[in-house]
């Protein structure tokens, strides 16, 4: 079994507790109401802002014995920069207030989750932060696409207020191809033992951002 396999059967359970959190079925269904949407857009943005610092920081961390994982970095910045302002931009099309999120402060949720990345980075292994890359990407593609169709139906919203969600679902298939060729390499068993401790960890604190949304 390669080892993006086995990442995945470890974390089934986890990754089934936060799909089957109330909020992403009543999303799934077209079930939430515009207020939810704001508040899922604006936890989103202060998360999504810490990515490239995330990936930069994950880099200059990782031993300079795995430079095919610090040029894999330089690839993730590529595609992941600016990607907060998207989610300005749908907010003010869902008509929320872009300013006021951007100046806003987040939930202590979405604290924890970022807190907790920066803090295997840079004091634990760095290489542990592949696991929030598998969760986040791997929700993307899971749910992201049905979901925007979802609530687009239902709160009769333009496209312009979807950027985020349809994007990252169809950037993320491509993510995943390249994402398995780097999970492969990992051979060492301590890494491959942190990617799945960390994904473990990051589909929980994941889904207590999603647990704490307005009901």
Not at 19 to 43: C, T, V
Request: hydrophobic letters at 40%; aromatic letters at 12%.
């Amino acid at each position: 079994m390669s080892f993006y396999n086995q990442l995945q059967t470890e974390t089934n359970q986890d990754r089934e507790a936060l799909f089957s959190i109330p909020i992403i079925q009543d999303a799934l269904r077209g079930a939430i109401k515009l207020n939810q949407y704001l508040a899922f857009l604006k936890e989103a943005y202060h998360h999504v802002k810490h990515t490239v610092p995330l990936l930069k920081a994950c880099k200059n961390n990782i031993s300079n014995d795995y430079e095919w994982l610090k040029k894999a970095m330089d690839h993730y910045v590529e595609d992941e920069m600016g990607h907060e302002e998207w989610i300005l931009n749908d907010i003010k099309a869902a008509g929320g207030k872009p300013d006021e999120i951007r100046h806003s402060s987040p939930s202590m949720f979405t604290e924890f989750m970022v807190a907790d990345a920066y803090y295997q980075i840079h004091q634990g292994n760095p290489i542990g932060f592949l696991g929030m890359v598998f969760v986040l990407e791997g929700t993307s593609i899971a749910i992201a696409t049905n979901v925007a169709q979802s609530i687009q139906k239902s709160l009769q919203l333009p496209n312009e207020a979807f950027t985020y969600l349809t994007s990252h679902g169809s950037l993320d298939l491509t993510h995943v191809e390249f994402f398995k060729s780097l999970v492969n390499q990992l051979s060492k068993e301590r890494d491959q033992k942190i990617v799945i401790e960390c994904a473990k960890k990051f589909y929980f604190l994941y889904g207590n951002i999603f647990k704490n949304l307005p009901v």
